[in-house]
């Protein structure tokens, strides 16, 4: 194959995939607690024709020739920085104001994190997300309770008919990760921890590094309509460029194919 042609190729691969995150990015503008992606690309490996530095008969310093061999995606990263907060004046919707998330216990046992407070109560009383999953540490709201408070520190209180006085009934802790771009996106609104993302570590909201609870607000995708737009269309020109180097490169060959006749 035409090297022209291969390296192309990868071009028009690279761009089909960028153009997939960005689909992706503006088909959850308006999903709680949704985290752009962006797609990280690297060169290939160069075919080394004269090593750059080497000496030349003349004792001249040879500048080297180092031919590309196109681009991949090495990788795609979600973006964790805070989206906007959008007031409902629901009691159960929390945002997470600064970092953390919300951790949940799945149906096979295992934890899942989560940035969207949109909380319910199961029938059992159990504060859940809005999947039904339990919040983590587990918190009942009993069924006579009037008013549920979440304080911006976790605390979750609750007030009785005929008293005054709000009763506290558990804790919303927050988990944060040292490189949270490497939790696993499960679907969902939910992430996984994985190697890359490092331990979990728990904490109050409000203290360390731990963002804080907005309770009646949610926070909103963090995907920026105008700039999705305008990397979709650099995308759409770059991946036009590359088909237009396949068409100049089969052009060529056809070219040399009838002058070798």
């Known amino acids: 194959m035409n090297p022209a042609m291969w390296i192309s190729k990868t071009g028009v691969q690279a761009q089909d995939a960028k153009l997939q995150a960005i689909a992706n990015n503006l088909a959850n503008v308006n999903t709680v607690g ?8 690297e060169d290939l ?16 310093v040879n500048g080297g020739v180092q031919l590309g061999n196109g681009v991949r995606v090495v990788g795609t990263q979600k973006a964790f920085t805070d989206g906007s907060l959008q007031t409902t004046s629901q009691p159960l919707d929390v945002a997470i104001s600064g970092a953390g998330f919300l951790q949940v216990l799945r149906p096979n046992g295992e934890p899942a994190y989560t940035r969207a407070g949109q909380l319910k109560v199961d029938p059992n009383g159990t504060l859940t997300n809005a ?14 309770a009037q008013r549920v408070t979440i304080g911006e520190n976790g605390v979750v209180s609750v007030t009785f008919a005929n008293q005054p006085n709000p009763q506290e009934v558990g804790q919303i802790n927050l988990t944060g990760f040292i490189n949270p771009t490497g939790l696993l996106a499960l679907g969902d609104n939910l992430f996984q921890e994985t190697a890359a993302s490092g331990a979990p570590n728990e904490g109050r909201p409000g203290d360390d590094a731990f963002g804080s609870l907005k309770q009646g607000m949610l926070e909103g995708s963090n995907v920026q309509v105008v700039e999705e737009m305008v990397d979709m269309i650099a995308a759409q020109r770059t991946y036009e460029m590359n088909t237009k180097v396949l068409s100049a490169a089969d052009n060529m060959l056809q070219y040399l194919s009838q002058a070798a006749r």
């Open 131 to 144: 999947q039904g999953l339990a919040i983590v540490p587990q918190i009942t709201i009993p069924q006579t």
């Open 45 to 60: 490996f160069y075919q080394v024709d004269a090593q750059p530095g080497a000496q030349n008969a003349d004792n001249t």
């Open 34 to 41: 949704f985290k752009r992606d962006r797609v990280v690309f």
